[in-house]
């Protein structure tokens, strides 16, 4: 890998395989004990049946060789018996797999609903810095992880090894100690050459996922991105940025492909020089008659079966290698620890609207130590009224907001509803307080129904109407074939910005919260729908301590108090009429939007 490429997919690479990792899928095993003590049965009954197949050739090979025509009976047992004793090694392998399978699926889903669970709890600037397409290889990779090391591990591995076992105890005790020894050498050999080869090229193997992980992740953000790409024209630049990555993809597969025949070719040569050597051995004490024809075709059916499961061996420690990887990176996720956790006892809050006050004392923040956004901010909102925060683009508005959800806590200062501080509290609670109308609403690609009912699932079809109406989005819905059951499209691209603003509206309505946060709601709506949708808002926060945040001044001249912020600090404070009559910095940026005609609703006093 070129420096710029180890560069530039630090990120992606993957970490080295650890066998430790191992243990983690053992509380996955004990769910099922009796599932995982019974498919060991069939295991060791079915590796029993396969090594006493030889022996069986053996005896068989040898009543042929008698030239007395009395004896049918015998070969035809002994045939029976081998048919027989093929069908049950295969019979046990089935029911142990039947059985087994239940484990290794439940095993799955737990390991992929744990990781699920860990990835909402995790703070958001853990999901703004990781790619989503890159996140969700890893997840899948893991999950395969799991399902090949429980299946080949348990299966195949163990299985091998105590053939290897019984094969070489038989050949000891049958035919000699040098068949035996050359068996154990010869094994030893296969297991150390293959280990070496496999450790030095599990680096092409890494360096092909890191470029596998990166071009679906360029290849997902594009997608998402599709209205942005048509809009700049850009479909040639996005296909040769892909074909890019994917050259690079290209050529580490080549080298993990050369890397993959080397380990290959050793392996088969071992195998060859074994197994000549293990018949030169035979066929001579065959001819000075220390065996019979049947010992030969024993030693040679003994040799095959033992090499056959050893040549899988070492795709499946390759394998393995490959998924205890993926394995790492997915569980590697459990070990990130969210920058923002509940405290020790936290307590779950619940309030009323009556109840729900909302305060900020003092609180100051920024998202990296070089830049504050927020210096020394202090503000209360009593239950039941309403603040509107205006100010610039990036005064700090949109941060308060994040704050109040907990998505970040604040270097200084604290944020309190109800008198406690929201550190003390549980998320859960905090945030099953306040309902968002955020300004860029994203939409799940499903039914409008399943989104509307997203603020309360489970939510009865009449709820959904009543704040369907309020967030005047029912004539949209009535005109539309399929009604609540038409789906939004990939992050709701088939609706206009103003119509996934009314479904947020209407989301959050629904949820029924204390406090209400109105980011920029009514940013993308016409005048007329918004001063219908502003009256709906009106209505419903009537009783409910409410935080807004706008660009339009006309959307909050009913506040209770407005802040004017300007580089993160509180520079003019009070109510609509208040500000103007101050004749400050408020007063001049209402005559400009009167002025450029962007709103014009009198002044409330």
Known sequence: MSRRLAAESHDDAAPSADWRVLRTLWPYLTEFPVRVALAMGFLVLAKLAGVALPMLLKHLVDSLDIKDGGL??????????????????????????????????????????NVFRHLHRLDLDFHLTRRTGGLSRDIERGISGISFLLRFTLFNIIPTLLEIGLVAAILLFNYGASFALITGLSVALYVFFSVVV??????????????????????????????????????????????????????????????????????????????TWMMVLAARQVGTGAMTLGDFVAVNAYIIQLFVPLNFLGFVYREIRRAMTDMQRMFGLLQQRPKVAD??????????????????????????????????????VPPGRKIAVVGPSGSGKSTLAR????????DQGAVRIGGHDIRQISQDSLRRLIGVVPQDTVLFNDTLRYNLAYGRPGATQEEIERVVRLAHLDGFIAQ??????????????????????????????????????FDEATSS?????EQAILSAIREVAARRTALVIAHRLSTITDADQILLLDHGRIAERGSHAELLAAGGAYARLWKLQQRDGAENIPAKG
């Open 343 to 380: 405290a020790p006892g936290a307590a779950d809050l619940a309030l009323s609207p009556d109840e729900a006050g909302l305060s900020f004392d003092n609180v100051s923040f920024g998202y990296s130590g070089k830049r504050r956004i927020l210096h020394g901010v202090s503000f209360e």
């Open 72 to 113: 049918f009976l015998l070969p035809l047992g002994l045939l029976l018996a081998y048919g027989a004793m093929r069908f049950a090694a295969a019979l046990f392998g089935e029911l142990r797999d039947l059985v087994f399978g239940r484990v290794s699926e439940r095993a799955m889903r737990r390991a992929a609903l």
């Open 480 to 517: 539309l074939p399929e009604g609540y059951d038409t789906r939004v499209g990939e992050r709701g691209l088939k609706l206009s910005g103003g119509e996934k603003q009314r479904v947020a509206i209407a989301r959050a309505l629904l949820k029924n919260p204390a406090i209400l946060v």
């Open 198 to 275: 496999t450790e030095w090229r599990t680096r092409y193997v890494r360096e092909a996922n890191a470029l596998d992980s990166r071009a679906n992740t360029r290849a997902v953000d594009s997608l998402l991105n599709y209205e942005t790409v048509k809009l700049f024209g850009n479909e040639k630049y996005e296909a040769a940025e892909y074909d890019r990555f994917l050259a690079q993809w290209e050529t580490a597969q080549q080298q993990q492909r050369l890397s993959l025949g080397a380990l290959n070719a050793g392996q088969a040569l071992i195998v060859a020089v074994a197994l």
């Open 525 to 529: 709506l016409d005048s007329g729908s």
């Open 403 to 410: 704050l109040l959800f907990r998505f970040y806590d604040p």
